[in-house]
């Protein structure tokens, strides 16, 4: 059996065109029966956000499915906004409160007021505007701004 192989390697090694036309008649014999018998069936791997469409024979388009985004409410969003600015190295937990103001009361500057907003950009997935940012001076404006911005009305 040795000697066999050893023959057909070195008369492939000697006649790279004979190799070139029997190699996808051979890989063709070994896939065929693999391929024919998952043709029918959907791809198992797929995620489970996605849903595989059959396009043509065997191939398979993914479609991706989304769904909603989680709905808010007030307090939901006032205990996202607490947490963001406790997280805040700048900001002092035990004097953060709903009704705190971030220059006279928690001491930030303008500089801190502006990474607070990108904070809560980021946070809430939206831009703030520098016109709407400059009046939110506590964080219950920023709940009350968010609110009006999803639409949450309790």
């Not at 090694?13 to 018998?37: K, Y």
């Not at 953060?96 to 303008?110: A, P």
């Amino acid at each position: 059996m040795a000697s066999l192989v050893r023959g057909v390697s070195s008369a492939f090694s000697r006649n790279r065109c004979l190799a070139r036309v029997l190699a996808p008649r051979f890989a063709g014999a070994i896939v065929l029966p693999q391929r024919l018998l998952h043709c029918e069936k959907e791809p198992q791997t797929a995620p489970l956000l996605s849903k595989s469409v059959q396009v043509h024979g065997w191939q398979y388009q993914n479609v991706r499915r989304f769904s909603a985004k989680q709905p808010l409410s007030i307090q939901f969003i006032t205990e996202r906004v607490l947490l963001v600015l406790k997280l805040y190295d700048k900001i002092d937990p035990g004097k953060l409160t709903v009704d705190s103001h971030f220059i006279n009361d928690l001491g930030l500057d303008s500089l801190d007021h502006v990474e607070v907003i990108m904070a809560m950009e980021d946070e809430f997935g939206f831009e703030i505007p520098d016109h709407d940012a400059e009046k939110l001076n506590r964080p219950a404006d920023i709940v009350r701004y968010v609110a009006d911005k999803e639409d949450v009305y309790e």
